[in-house]
Every structure is written in C-alpha cells, then in structure tokens.
C-alpha cells in the first residue's frame, strides 16, 4: 500500500483541471478534467461557471441542471458557487477495468434557451493496488534430462493498475540452474517464464526453492511474492512442439455456434503415452473466455459455445497447452489471436437530453426544441448516425458534434393553424443493411396575442321604438378573437366622440363582458330620431389589441304626441272667435283651422272634423286641410252666433284627437267693409314677407325639379347598361334589426283614398348621408315629408344600388287589397319612375302651400 503522505503528493502533482475546448456553440460545449481516482467526497473537480466565462448568478437563474443520463453519481455541482465535487468514491478499477482510458460523462442543462454542456471527466489512475499471483506456492516436477533452455511457465500475477502503476518487473531469487525471462503479450502484459540454464542433477539437488518476486512502477513500489518448489524427476525428455508459435484468426462477431475457430496440430517426438498429446486451455485465460470458446482436447479443435460481441472485445487471445503423457509431462505453448470483425448488428439507441414541451408561436426560425443523443456501439460506417425529421413540418435537425444533434424551428409557427406538433424523430446508421429507431414527441404551440379581435358584423344597425323602457337591452355586438385563454378574453366599451353634437354615451351603457348594449332613458324620436357610436374591443392580451365597430341607432316613431291647434288662436276655454259677414255666398271659405302633430309619418296625418254644429246644413270642412267653408248662402233668418264643435285627429294607431270650439259671428255690411279695410291694411303690412317666401318656393321647386329630372336619367340609363349608381328593385321586404341592411324597393299603390310610401337607400358611390323617407297620399293639396338621418350602409358587391323600405311603413285603413308593381320590365319601372316623380313633385308642392296658412296671419277670408 501506498503511504497516505505519498499519495496525496501523487494527489497535488496530477490534479491540474484543464478545460479542453472540443466544440462550442450557441446551445452546446464540451469541457475536459482529469483527476485521480480515490478522490475523497467534495473534493473540487473544475469550476463550470469560471470556464463558461459567466457569472454564479446568471448561471442560478437559469436553472442549471445535470441530466439524468450522464454518470451524475459520481458528481454534483454547487449551484452557489459552480464549483463540480466528487459525489462519491470512484475506483477506476471497478469502473473501466485495464481500459486505457477511463472517462465519465457529465451533461448539465440550462434553460432560456436551452444550453447543454457536455463534461469529460478522465479518472486518472493511482498505485492502489499490489500485483497478486493465483497461489502463493507452486510446485514444478522436472525432469532431469530437461536440456538447457528449457522453459517452464510460471502463473502471472495480476495488477489492476495500468501504466507505470502496473506490473511491471519480476525478480527470480538467485540460482544456478534456473533464470527467469520475462515475455510480453500484445495486450502489454506480462507474463514469466523458468529457464534452466543448467542441466539438473537429481542426485545432487532433488528439490530446488526458488521465490519470485512481482512489482509494479508506481512510486512508492508494491510487490508480492510466490514460493516455487522445483522437483527434479527423471523420464519423458522430449516436449510437444506446435507448427508456429501463434496463431491468428478472423470471426465475424454473428458468428453461430459450434463455429470452428482452427485446428491446432501439436507433435511429440516420444513413443506411447510420452508421444500422447493433450489440449488444454492455459491457466492465463480468464475464466469467461471458456464461456466463448470450447477446446476439444483430443482434437485441438476450438469451437465458439458463446455469443462474441465486438462491441465488448474486439480481440481474443487464447493460450493453449499441449501436454504429452509421459511421466513426468511435458508440455508446449501456444497462443491463438482472434480478431471479431463488426457486423452492422446494433440499432441507434436515442435519448432525449433536453426538450421543451412547448414552444411559443412566436419564435424564430432556429429555436431549440430538443436535445437528441443518439448512441451506436457498432463502429465504423456502422455506427455513423443520421437523424431527421419529416420534412412537412416546420423542425430540422442540426448536428451539433458527433451523436449529438437539437430539433430546431425552421419556419415560422402559428397556433391558430396547429397547435400542437407530434414529431417523428429517425435515427438511422450507415451500416448494411442500415438499422433505424424512431421516437415521437408532441411539441405543444404556446399562444402569443398576434390577432386582434374582429367584430361579427362590420356595422351594426339598430330599429328601436321610442319610449322603450329605462334599462331596456338595445343591442349586442359580438367579436370573436382565435387566440387563447387571456390573448382571447375580450372587453367591450363605448368610445367617447367628442365632435357628435348628440351624447350618446350619456344614453346608453354596455356590458363589458358580453357585448350587451342597454338604453338608460327611454328615446324620444321627436328629440332625436338617430344617432350613432362606436364600440372598441379589446383583448386581454399583453400588449393588448383592439378593434372598433359603428352601431347606428333609427329610433321609429310612435303616436304619442296629440295635434296642437296653432291657428286660430285658442282662449283658455278652447273656444276660438270668427266673425263672418252676413252676405257670405255659398261655398266661400269663410276660416280654416291648422295643426300640427310632432309626431312623422302616419301618426302625423291629420284630419278636420264638425262633431256638433249649431245649423248642421250651414258650414263644413274640409277633411284634410281644415278649411271651413259655408254650404249654402247665408239667410237673415240664421242666428247670429254659430257654435262649431271641431275635432282634429291624426292617423296613427291608436289615434290622438284634439278639439276646438269655434264660435261664429255673423255680423252686418258695415262692419264687413271695415273689417275689409282692416284685411286690406293687414295684407299691406305682410305684402314684402309673403314675396319672399313666394321667391323661396320657386327656387326650390327648381332645385327638386333638376334633382327629380337627373334621377330618372340615371334610372334610365340602368336598362341599358350597369350603371354604377344604378338602384335594383326586389319584390321581396326585409326587416332588419341589429344586422346590416339588405336592400328592397317596394311601391303599395292602391285605390282611392292610400297613402303610398317609398323609401329609397343607394348605396356605392351615392354618399350614405341621403336617407330619404316619403309619405304622401293621392291628392294634390297633401303631402309630408320626413328626412332621416341615414345609416352607414355597405354596398354589396353583386348590388351597387340597395333599396331598403321603411320598417314603420303601413297602409291606411281605409286602403283596399294591394298588389306589388310589376318591376321586372324595363317599360314598367319607367313609368313606375314617371308617376313617382311627378307625385313627387305635387306632395312637395302641396306641402308648401299647406305650410302658407300657418305663417301667413289668417282669420276670415271675404270674398
């Protein structure tokens, strides 16, 4: 044994740490140690935070790791300070046995990204152990006719140090016929021979005492020692010779069983049993190679009984004996090397070292996933290995040094598409035939907030009622967002537009979670009628993305308001004064009541009615314009005051009413002419307000003439070619609520007494801000306008023009069974253009004539 201060002088003289850079890149290095072996525990291998050039911290937060299939026992690492320690006792002996060369491998990970490192560790040998013989006593019969020269094989002893540590020299005690020669196998150890160098003389020496001493290079040396007896014997003198000393044979490692290895031929010059030849495997074979081979000791032939493996021997050397039967025997040596020849007979085992479940969708293109070490025992071509993955999918393969090879990104990922990756990794060798092995590992796509969220409908258009209730739900919009979990939760809310003259934040709130929109007051149409928002969507994501949507909100009228008398002016007993002169002549408007209804539409027509009259055959009115006008002359006899209940009551359902008591005073000549003169000089005073307004008039009805006039050109011109302003007619009415408009164009004409309602909406180039809704009925001195505040409509591709009726429209209840134009010829729609212009025209005429009476002062017209 070696003295403690000797070794840890051996100790301080070989523990030189020497990093060895073989290869280093962005996600791999490889570092080399050596130490000896025996080391106590926590002894400091190498420090792999000072030879990665980085500081302790940065190499703690990323998580360093040693991976599980290194030899990771043997040896931990201080994460505080980087330091590697021994982790137990290593005996190179029990690990690498005579190898050479002794390493263990040691992998550390780390991660963001993933680095590994691979560490080379050489266990250095030390002169722990003392070459040993089999026995400690041998015993040798010779016999006396052995010539000079003859040589006798001693057992070996056996050191399972290497280099200088092992054995290296024997040493035969003094003697006068014996020396001691030492040979050399091609493994480098050895072995002794005796030689006798005298010849024996049995009468004189029966017994010789000899020692042999063993001993290894180490510093300080170890050695041991075996007692040899030689007994001298007198008979058989000639020895078995064989052809050549060695043999060498080539067997492929497949080789089956009962294979012949050689035949060994061995001669005797002697006769009978001296001449009797024997084979026997020597006592220098280990006790495994009988396992392998068989030796037929009649026949010297060697068969193989084992499975030969070139991957744990490449190379057999077997010593054989031929041993005569002579007494005493004499034998002869030989050695048979057999050299294994590799057959491609291993499949490339496959580990993966390092791998990222998950990779997110954003990452670029040479991202590691994984980390593959593959493995091949066999040699040559037959252990060089290829990987690959199928070349569809968005990873490759990058060889990083030898066996060792990353999954990499190779194009750009994207969750919405896949979102999750099961991967075929090949590994094939180059062997022949080649052996391949396959594993499968599912790469999961994390999700980044790469798409913004997008409305279901671009715009949204709303049709709510006036006086809904507080709280009522107007509408939802909805946004879908591909993206998961917070990238995809979304939040709605209303933007403030600061430059709408109408707030209509201040009227409505949304739920921010489902896109639910509510009314907080109830609308009032003659307020406003339509307004519009925008509604932002925004995902949860980091940063997060937004996207907005247009509602337009129509609100529809309802019959809420009563008509209001403006003409003549009422007391508060609602009872009006008219004077009328005695003369009056039949048939004479002699007043005329005007009022007004602040609702649209329908519910804004109005009628006159005499619910009580004084003398029933004296005066009536006329029913839509409030005229009142006498029946018949006027008599001496009819009383002087004429009392007229009338009633003014509007179209909508149910209808609101108002009436107005007019009292009639009939009055004599005189006061006729000065009440005349009175008119006359009123008429004077309003003479230069009413030719304004008479000049007004004219320059709008110019004005709707031309635009009447250009839309029934570009009508015309839509029945020869399609025009891109062009409006198409459909027969078919929608009613849209909460979603875009589609476009229909209906026309209800009917008997007598019909309101005819025509709502037009063209979309494309016409600007989306003339929204124009009519109802007029029939006759010449009635006629409504209503002008709308128009939707954002979105022109269909297929249907440049888009015609879109008013949801509110009705017929009169007074109207008969109506039937639909036919649109679908060219003539028809020109003339159905035709009658809609000119009636057009004479409801906007009608209505500014209607409009007179209320501006002009008026109580009784003399005829």
């Known amino acids: 044994m070696i003295h403690p201060a000797g070794y840890r002088a051996l100790q301080i003289g070989i523990l030189h740490l020497f990093p060895l850079w073989l290869h280093l890149n962005l996600t791999h290095a490889q570092f080399r140690y050596s130490i000896p072996e025996e080391l106590n525990r926590g002894e400091i291998v190498g420090n792999i935070a000072k030879d990665l050039g980085t500081d302790v911290a940065k190499l703690v937060a990323a998580n360093l790791q040693v991976l599980s299939d290194s030899d990771s026992q043997y040896f931990s690492v201080n994460v505080n300070n980087g330091a590697i320690l021994v982790n137990d006792r290593i005996d190179r002996e029990l690990l690498c046995g005579q190898s050479i060369s002794c390493i263990l491998n040691l992998k550390f990970a780390i991660e963001n990204p993933v680095e590994v490192y691979r560490i080379e560790v050489e266990i250095l040998d030390i002169n722990d152990n003392s070459p040993r013989f089999q026995s400690d006593e041998l015993t040798l019969k010779i016999n006396e006719l052995a010539s000079p020269g003859a040589r006798f094989l001693i057992p070996n002893a056996q050191d399972p140090d290497i280099g200088s540590n092992a054995l290296q020299e024997y040493h035969l005690s003094p ?15 050895k072995f002794p021979e005796l030689i006798l160098e005298k010849a024996l003389d049995r009468e004189q020496t029966a017994v010789h005492h000899l020692v042999l001493k063993a001993e290894d290079g180490g510093v300080p040396c170890r050695s041991s020692t075996m007692q040899i007896t030689v007994i001298v014997l007198d008979a058989n003198d000639n020895h078995p010779s064989f052809d050549q000393p060695s043999y060498n044979v080539q067997l492929k490692e497949n080789a089956p069983k009962n294979s012949l290895v050689i035949k060994l031929n061995a001669t005797d010059l002697d006769e009978g049993p001296n001449g009797e030849i024997e084979y026997f495997f020597s006592s220098h074979n280990s006790d495994a190679l009988s396992n392998i081979f068989q030796l037929n000791s009649e026949t010297g032939e060697i068969r193989v009984i084992g499975n030969l493996d070139f991957e744990e021997l490449s190379v057999y050397e077997i010593d054989i004996e031929a041993r005569d039967k002579g007494t005493p025997i004499m034998e002869e040596h030989c050695s048979v090397i057999v050299h294994i020849i590799d057959v491609n007979d291993n499949t490339p085992e496959m580990i993966i070292s390092a791998f990222s479940s998950s990779v997110p969708e954003d990452s670029p293109a040479g991202t590691v996933v994984a980390v593959i070490t593959i493995k091949d025992k066999d040699h040559g071509e037959n252990g060089r290995v290829q990987c690959q993955v199928d070349k569809n999918l968005p990873f490759t393969v990058r060889e990083d040094f030898e066996h060792q090879f990353s999954l990499i990104t190779s ?18 060798d180059m062997g022949n035939p080649p052996l391949s092995t396959e ?22 258009e709303v049709f709510v009622e006036e006086n809904n209730k507080a709280g009522e739900l107007l509408c939802t919009v909805s946004a879908l967002d591909p993206d998961l979990d917070q990238n995809s939760r979304l939040s709605y809310s209303i933007l403030p537009n600061p430059k709408e003259d109408y707030s209509a934040s201040s009227h409505i709130y949304i739920n921010s979670e489902n896109g639910q929109i509510y009314l907080k007051f109830p609308l009032d149409y003659e307020r406003i009628n339509y307004f519009q928002f925008q509604v932002e969507v925004a995902d949860a994501g980091s940063p997060p993305l937004k996207n907005k949507t247009v509602v337009h909100v129509f609100v529809l009228d309802q019959n809420d308001n009563a008509p209001m008398i403006v003409f003549p002016i ?24 005007s009022a007004v209804d602040h609702d649209s539409g329908r519910n804004a027509w109005l009628s006159y009615n005499i619910l009580e009259a004084t003398d029933p055959t004296l ?19 009819d009383p002087i005051v004429h009392e007229l209940l009338l009633l003014v009551k509007d179209s909508g359902e149910p209808s609101l009413s108002t009436s107005v008591t007019v009292m009639m005073t009939l009055e004599d000549k005189d006061l006729e002419i000065s009440q005349g003169v009175k008119d006359h000089s009123k008429k004077r005073n309003i003479s230069s307000l009413t030719l304004y307004l008479i000049v007004c008039l004219i320059v709008i009805s110019v004005i709707s003439l031309i635009g009447l006039a250009a839309l029934g050109i570009k009508i015309h011109k839509c029945e020869n070619k399609n025009f891109p302003l062009c409006c198409r007619q459909s027969q078919k009415k929608t009613m849209v609520t909460g979603t875009k408009l589609h476009g229909t164009f209906q026309l209800h004409p009917s008997l007598c007494n019909t309101i005819i309602g025509v709502r037009v909406d063209c979309a494309g180039n016409i600007p989306s801000n003339r929204r124009v809704r009519t109802c007029f009925s029939p006759v010449s001195d009635i006629s409504e306008f209503m002008f709308m505040r128009p939707p954002h409509v979105t022109a269909n591709s297929s249907s440049p023009g888009i015609l879109v009726p008013d949801p509110n429209f009705t017929i009169a209840s007074n109207e008969v069974s109506s039937h639909n134009l036919p649109l679908h010829e060219s003539k028809s729609k020109m003339n159905v253009v035709k009658n809609f212009n000119f009636s057009f025209f004479m409801a906007f005429v009608s209505s500014v004539v209607n409009i007179l009476p209320t501006i002009l002062p008026f109580q009784t017209i003399i005829p």
């Open 411 to 428: 194009e750009q990922l994207d969750r919405e598409s896949i979102s999750e990756y099961h991967i075929t990794i090949a590994a094939r």
């Open 619 to 637: 005066f009536s009115i006329v029913l839509r314009t409030g005229e009142i006008k006498t029946k018949r002359a006027i008599q001496d006899v």
């Open 439 to 460: 594993k499968v590992i599912s790469v999961g796509i994390s999700d980044v907030n790469d798409n913004a969220p997008q409305f279901v409908e671009p715009v949204y």
């Open 175 to 189: 003697s006068e016929n014996f020396a001691l020669i030492v040979k050399k196998r091609t493994d480098g150890s």
């Open 570 to 593: 009422v007391g508060g007993n609602s009872v009006a004064q008219c004077k009328i002169p005695r003369s009056t002549g039949p048939n004479v408007m002699v007043s005329k009541i």
